[in-house]
């Protein structure tokens, strides 16, 4: 694949593929910058869940608790 970038002139082994290797280098750091917004966007919505999940636990406990006193519909 290098050699068909070769024969067309896209890139150069004089310069060490310095085009090339540029586009690389700006590619990976897009994808550093991607990576790091998917990380934060995770942490985001396990905290979301957590929220979640803490207040079913909570709506949980009030109905066993109107349960337990006979009251279901007067909670």
Do not use: P
Not at 4 to 21: F, I, M, P, S
Not at 27 to 32: A, D, F, I, S, V
Not at 40 to 46: A, G
């Amino acid at each position: 694949m290098l050699s068909e970038l070769e024969q067309l002139k896209l890139v150069d082994r004089r310069d060490g593929h310095k085009l090339l290797a540029e586009e690389i280098a700006q590619e990976l750091t897009h994808l550093g910058n991607l990576r790091e917004k998917v990380v934060i966007e995770t942490r985001s919505l396990e905290d979301v869940l957590r929220t979640i999940v803490g207040h079913n636990d909570y709506l949980r406990a009030q109905l066993e608790q109107c349960a337990c006193c006979g009251a279901v519909g007067r909670c």
